[in-house]
Every structure is written in C-alpha cells, then in structure tokens.
C-alpha cells in the first residue's frame, strides 16, 4: 500500500507540507458550518445589498447627477452622464466595504470570541484549510452583494449588456478578495478589537473617497493624486469603468488586473502565516 | 447499522493490521457496534501495538516545548497504554496544557520526540487529530448553533455524511442526557450541561484517545460528579483518556496512572496507590492550632511522625497510625483546636514532592 512507498530518507522533523488538494479537501468540509453561519445573516445581507445601491443611486446618480448634468461636466466625463460615470465606481467600493466587513470582526471572533478556528484545527482541518474555507465564504457573500447590486443597476439602465454586467461582476470579486486577503492577516493579528478604527477611518473611508468613484483623481492635488494611483480601489473603478463605459485599454487594462492579483497574493501569503502561527503555535 | 464486516475485522484485526488498514475513518460503524464489539473482547480497538514496540498510543521522550525564550515542558518521558486513563496532575503553569497541545497535534513540538498511534504529530498531524477527541479547557462551542447543530457540523470536519453525524450526534446527546435541549441555544445551557456537550463533541468521530484539559473546572459539586460518571463510562467502554487536572480527588477518582508536573518536568509517576504508598504514609495526623503557632510548634511533635509538613492553617504529621500520634500530642500537653486523622492522598504526596500545595 501506500506505506510502503513514504521515503524513509526525510527529515523525521520537517513538517509535512500541505499537500494543495488536501487542503481543498477539508476546506469543503466546512461547508456546513458556514452555511449554517450564512442561514442565521442571509436575511440581514439580502437587504442591505438591495438597498444600498438603489439608495446610493437615488442620491448621488440622480440626486446629485441632475445637479452636475445641467451643467457643463458632461464632457469632462467622457460624455457619459453622471449616473453612468459613478455606478461602476458605486459597485467596486460597495465590494470593498463588504469585503472588510466580512474580514475584521468576524475573524477576530474566529480567533478571541466564539474561538471557533481553535476548535475546528483540533480536528483534521488545518490552518490552511480553515483560512480557504473563511475566504471562500467572503467570495460568496460578495457573489451574493454584487450580484444585486448588478441587478439593480441593470434596472436602473446602466449596464451596456449582459456581458458588461459579468466583467463588472468579475471586477468587483477581484477587488473584493484583494482587499479580503490582507485584512484577514491584519485581524488575525490583531489583540484587541480598538484596532479595527484606524482601518476604517484611515484607510477605507479615504481610500473610498479618493479612489475616483465620484470623481477624477486627476483633478486632484499631485501628490495625493498619486497617492490615489497606489490605492486598489482606484485599479478597481478603472477596471469597472473599461467593463461598462469607457474602452479597453490593454496595458492599463493588464497593469490593474496584475496590481489586484499582487495584492490578493501577497494578502494571502501573510494571513496563511499568521492564521498558522497564532492556530498551532 | 452493524456492519458484520467490520465486526470481523475488529475481531481479527488488532493482532495483524493496523486500525482497519488504509480505511482513514473506520468509525463509520455505529457507536453501540463498537462499544459491542469492545464489549465481547474486553480489548481496546486499537490495532496498532504493533506499530511502537512499546504498546504505547502515546509515546513521548524528552519531549519539550518553548516559546520564544520561556520554556514551558523541559524533557518529559510519558507512555500511555491502550485503554488506560491517564493523568497529568499538577499546579497551573506546570505545563500540562502545553503538552496536552502537543499531544493532541496541534502545536509542534520543540524537542524530544512524539508519536501518537505509532504516528508523527508533524508529518501525519491531520491523521491523527482524526482519531483523537479534545476536549479544551475552554468550551469553544458555538453559541450562535442549536446544541444538536454544534456535534453535526463538527462531525462534518472529520469527513463524516450527514447521515452519520445526524446519528452519532442523537446517540451522543442521549449519552450525555442532553436530549431534550438538542434544539436549545447553547447560551441557554448551564455550565455542566456546556461541558457535557464539549465532551459529546469530542467523541463524534468515535476516537481512540479523548484528551481531556481540567474536565471539571469550574464546575460546581453535582455538576463535576455527573460528569465523572460520564468518563467512567467512557473508560469502561475502553476508550483511552488522557486529563489534566490540579484536583487530586479527580485524578484518585478517574486515573490508572499519572503523572506529577512541576516546573515542566514529570516528579513522578505510577498509579495513584502506588503514588501515595512511595510518597506519603498510610496517614496523616492533621493539628489545627491557633493562627501564627505551627512554625514554633513543629520542634514539639517533630519525633512523633516520620516527617512534618508545616501549612499557615496547620501541621501534617506523616505517620502509619494517625490515632496514636495523635494520642501522643495529647499526651504531651498539646491542645490542638481541633485533630483530623486521615489516608493519605496524592495532595499528600505533591506537597512532599515539591513543597507547595497543589491549588495556592
């Protein structure tokens, strides 16, 4: 049998590596679990990912865009409305805000609160596994939010075709697991919940109003203009943009894909880390 | 559903295979065919003697455990058998919750060697974590999930069918009479009944070890006996368990044999009789005088015992025959507020071992 075939030549010490298909393995054996999490949320979720856009698009698109519309910005935009400019920036950040939502508190409990991580590395699952399972949770939440928000957009005439609606989706995942991946290494970090402000004040608040969601960045001051080129959420409104409203363009189109995959990656690679110091320490 | 095949092997494996050769998860028979099967043999299902020439599930030497510059266990020996319940008995920060980690696989040791069911914790870690039930220090149950949700999502961590954890989890509720809360919150439980449900969710894959971290602290009188009952079950059905505790009656009630830690060292090791009868008398005389007077008073009755141990709130004369010491502390004038003459026990022996009570 297999037994027979393990080289007796390894060191007795070194860890076994997780082997990847195990780690799928048992990251799929906690879908009960997280199903069971996602029955007792589903209904608060549902609700707050129709809202949220419509009530976004009735202030800022139609509220605020009839404002802007009469007056001369139409060029300025490309000559698209403002409604139309706003609503791919409006799904990329709402992605983003779930996402984070869906990494700080409820990992922090995984570790602190309810210790459900601890328990569950006590059986056959291992960090890795756990921190997949989690993350592949957070995908579906954002599959879930953003598809309404989709939706909703659609109904309010802005998406081009169904095709522009998928690549808008597609975006919106990426930017969403890009910024899931290195907030769950900063929670998993993290000792006291006090530490979840600075994220949300200094980092997503700004990072949300300078991404050029509602505006330009390029109107901006130079050097917070640049600083707006470093933050993920301006790749996604970009990427979102080329996806509904403006043309592609291929290198830009590459350089933002590749900037959310690096960050995704390398969010990834810090949590598994930590996930697996802090688990089996 | 008994599997007559899985009867066979039961029967004729343990001599020539390991635990059901490649099957990772032979508890896929029912609970009661096991404990059947156990109970027909009187042998533990284990399958894997053969595999560590010691017979040992555990085997641990010199094992030891840092973190950073601290180190918690600094060389241990420990064996255990198969079908043995067996302690780590011992006052916090001896290092009892830090080796129980590393026997239960989930923190890797810093020196020594380990194996666990002839297994290397390191190299084999999600093997063996899938034949070991834990039951922590901590609850760590979730207080969101009904009680019956907490044992069926857990079992589905081990590779179980709904099928089968829907029936472990019913049979398991019965077993620790929590039936009638199955679709109770678990913050609605008292703390026994919050323990008793950690301790069905350690056993949903049928393990051959149940690791057990100070089972009934905190827990009142009533609660803490309910659930002795439970682990005497356990081990009359041939399970082996492995606790931590720092109550001395716990380990003399539940443990074949022990160990004493201190200082993350083992200071000795044997069944509690044997214990008590290498480290302590057969008795022990205790004298109550008023507050401050034990130290002085020790020169007094010094020769009375073979040796005299001096607490705050009294003096333990260590003798074979309590009466008569006792009879001669009267008789030299002493008036002690009140005299309690009893068997020695493993507190007894921890306080001759290392000078200290086990619970400061």
């Known amino acids: ?281 | 559903m008994i599997e007559p095949e899985s009867i066979v092997r039961h029967i004729v494996a343990p001599a020539c295979t390991g635990r059901l050769g490649n099957d990772p998860l032979p508890a896929q028979t029912s609970w009661g065919c096991r404990w059947l099967v156990l109970d027909c043999l009187n042998v533990s299902e284990d399958g894997v003697d053969h595999a560590d020439p010691t017979g040992a599930l555990i085997d641990a030497r010199g094992l030891v455990k840092s973190y950073g510059d601290f180190t918690a266990v600094r060389g241990i020996d420990v064996q255990v058998r198969a079908g043995e319940a067996f302690g780590f008995l011992g006052p916090n920060g001896a290092g009892k919750s830090s080796t129980m980690r590393m026997i239960a696989s989930v923190s890797p040791i810093t020196g020594g060697s380990l194996r666990i069911l002839g297994l290397d914790p390191a190299r084999e870690g999600p093997a063996v974590r899938a034949r070991l039930g834990v039951c922590p220090q901590e609850d760590q149950l979730d207080m969101e999930l009904s009680v019956r949700e907490n044992l069926t999502v857990y079992g589905r961590y081990f590779g179980l069918t709904r099928a089968v954890c829907a029936q472990r989890a019913d049979e398991l509720l019965g077993f620790v009479q929590l039936t009638e809360k199955a679709g109770a919150k678990v913050e609605d439980l008292s703390g026994g009944m919050k323990r008793r449900l950690t301790i069905a969710r350690s056993l949903i894959n049928n393990p051959d070890i149940l690791l057990l971290d100070e089972p009934t602290t905190g827990l009142d009188p009533q609660a803490r006996h309910l659930l002795w009952d439970k682990l005497f079950r356990l081990k009359q059905q041939g399970i082996t368990i492995v606790l931590t505790t720092h109550y001395m009656d716990e380990a003399e009630q539940l443990c074949d044999r022990l160990v004493v830690m201190d200082d993350g060292l083992v200071v000795a090791e044997g069944s509690p009789a044997e214990l008590i009868a290498r480290h302590a008398t057969r008795e022990v005389t205790e004298l109550r005088f008023g507050v401050g007077h034990h130290e002085e008073l020790l020169g007094k009755v010094e020769d009375l015992a073979e040796w005299v141990e001096v607490l705050p709130d009294r003096l333990l004369l260590y003798t074979d025959d309590g009466e008569a010491a006792a009879a001669a502390v009267h008789a030299r004038g002493l008036q002690p507020r009140s005299v309690l003459v009893r068997r020695s026990t493993l507190e007894d022996v921890f306080l001759r071992l290392t000078g200290r009570t086990l619970v400061d």
């Open chain 1, 1 to 281: 049998m297999a037994a027979s075939t393990t080289p007796a030549t390894t060191s007795a010490t070194a860890p076994a590596k997780d082997r990847l298909g195990e780690v799928f393995e048992l990251a799929w054996r906690q879908r009960d679990y997280l199903a069971t999490v996602y029955k007792r949320t589903w209904k608060g979720s549902v609700v707050s990912s129709f809202l949220m856009p419509v009530l976004y698009l009735l202030a800022m698109g139609v509220g605020l865009g009839g404002f802007i519309d009469d007056g001369s910005a139409q060029s300025a935009l490309g000559g698209v409305r403002y409604i139309e400019f706003i609503a791919p920036g409006l799904l990329v950040a709402t992605a983003m805000q779930t996402a984070v939502g869906e990494s700080t508190y409820p990992v922090m409990g995984g570790f602190k609160w309810t210790k459900v991580y601890h328990s569950q590395v006590a059986t056959p699952l291992s960090p890795a596994s756990v921190l997949l399972a989690n993350l592949a949770y957070v995908l579906f939440r954002l599959t879930t939010t953003c598809t309404v928000f989709v939706v909703v957009l659609a109904a309010f005439g802005l998406m081009p075709g169904v095709g522009a609606a998928f690549a808008v989706l597609l975006v919106a995942l990426l930017v969403g697991m890009a910024y899931t991946t290195p907030v769950f290494a900063y929670s998993a970090k993290l000792e006291e919940p006090s530490g979840f402000a600075p994220v949300f004040r200094l980092g997503i608040m700004p990072m949300f109003l300078f991404s050029g969601a509602f505006f330009n960045v390029s109107q901006l001051p130079d050097v917070i203009e640049w600083l707006a080129y470093l933050n993920p959420l301006w790749h996604a409104v970009e990427l979102a943009r080329m996806a509904t409203i403006y043309a592609v363009d291929a290198p830009a189109l590459l350089l933002h894909i590749a900037y959310l995959v690096l960050l995704l990656g390398v969010g990834w690679w810090l949590a598994l880390r930590l996930f697996t110091r802090r688990l089996v320490g």
